[in-house]
Every structure is written in C-alpha cells, then in structure tokens.
C-alpha cells in the first residue's frame, strides 16, 4: 500500500476523533485529556495498519539493532539490515569505522533486500562513528536518497554526537526527517529505551496523520 492509500483511512478517522475530542458538558479538563489521548493511540494504531514502515539500519556492536528491531516491532515495519562488505571486528576494524565516517567515505556494501521506494516512511538507524552517521549508512544513502519518499533518524551513541550526525543525515537525504530518536548505550543497557522508542513512534503516526490532512484533531480544538 503506498501513500496515496493511506489518506482515505485517516481523513475518515479524523471525523471521528474531532467528534471524541470536544469537551462533554460536566467532564473534567483531566478526563478530556485522558479521553483524547486513548482517541490518539486509537488512530494510531489504525496508521500503523495502512502505512508501510521500512527500517533501515547498520550495527557493528549490536546496540543500533536491538533499537531498530524494537522499531520495527513496535510500527510493524519490515527490516533491512545493512551488511559491510569490509571486515570490521576488533580494533583494526574499529579503527577503519572511525576513519570512514571522518573522511565521510562511502565503502561498498552488500545489496539491500527491500526498495525503498515502495514504502511510505523510510526510518533510518546509525551507530554516532567520530560525531558521524557509520560509513556504510552513507553508502547506502548515496544509492537510495532519491528513492526515500519520507525519513525518521535513530542513532545509538557513547555519549554524544546525535545533534550533528541528524544534520548530516538530513543533508545527505536531501529532506527534512518525520522525527529523531536518540539513544545511549547506557539507556539501551538499562532498558530505558523502550518507553522512547514509544514515543517515537507515536510521534511519526502523528506526523503521517497531519501529511493525510488530520491536522486539525489537535490544532484546531481547544481540549
């Protein structure tokens, strides 16, 4: 199903969560809230259905593909796994990932199983490499970029680097993305990630919902 189809379902759920959302006389603010909100998740849940998901990512150390098929997981999207062609264990690979992703090199890697093209949301994951999106994240972006209708980022980190690597993927794609995710190791060690990745994911359904012409269910009624 491609974008086009996914505007009917949305527009027609609209009525209905404009209708849900207005204030019922005697509730309390606090009950609208709670009311709108289970009427957010609802029409969720229904874009999940129509719009197709790809997530795309790379991991060296597994942290960006425990995220990524949590992501996938939680939209129900398919996956793609990018596959360095080049060995990159131990520290001479660590020590090659980090000097691709300075000099913004762009080494072969295996073929992608899926085409971008036929999906409607493009999520593309990276491990931060020297404040960097990882080399073979950039490779595949210098094939696929024209082909990505619309894009989310994820990146997994040590600490920091999150900020310019979105830069730069945004740059390389040549569009703006749905929405960011950022995660540490840390986060992702302790489980912490999961409840963010739920926000995410929320936040991308809201976002295809305001492209399929929904922008007024929260916008434009005062709760």
């Given amino acids: 199903m491609t974008h086009a189809q996914t505007q009917l379902p949305a527009r027609l759920i609209a009525i ?22 289970k009427a957010m998740r609802q029409l969720s849940l229904i874009v999940s259905k129509t719009m197709k998901i790809l997530v795309v990512y790379y991991s060296r150390s597994g942290y960006t593909a425990r995220v990524a ?8 999207g398919q996956i793609e796994q990018l596959r360095s ?22 080494p072969p890697i295996r073929l992608p199983q899926h085409k971008p093209e036929l999906f409607d949301l493009v999520i593309i994951g990276t491990p931060v490499w020297a404040q960097n999106m990882a080399s073979p994240v950039r490779s595949y972006l210098a094939t696929h970029a024209a082909r990505l209708s619309r894009v989310a980022f994820f ?57 399929n012409g929904v ?9």
């Avoid at 404009?18 to 009311?35: F, M, N, P, V, Y």
């Avoid at 922008?215 to 709760?223: C, D, H, K, P, Y």
């Fill in 69 to 76: 098929s949590a992501l996938a997981a939680q939209c129900k």
């Fill in 16 to 37: 209905g969560v404009l209708t849900i959302l207005k204030r019922g006389r005697g509730e309390s603010l606090q009950d609208c809230h709670a009311r709108a909100a």
């Fill in 85 to 106: 062609v080049d060995l990159r264990e131990g520290w001479r690979g660590y020590m090659r990932s980090a000097m691709e992703a300075i000099t913004k090199a762009a």
């Fill in 215 to 223: 922008t007024g269910v929260l916008t434009n009624e005062r709760i």
């Fill in 155 to 211: 990146c997994t980190m040590g600490g920091t680097g999150d900020a310019r690597t979105f830069r730069e993927l945004a740059r390389v794609c040549g569009r703006s993305p749905q929405g960011n995710l950022a995660l540490t190791d840390a986060e992702i060690d302790a489980g912490r990630h999961h409840g963010k990745i739920d926000q995410f994911v929320h936040a991308l359904h809201a976002a295809e919902s305001r492209t």
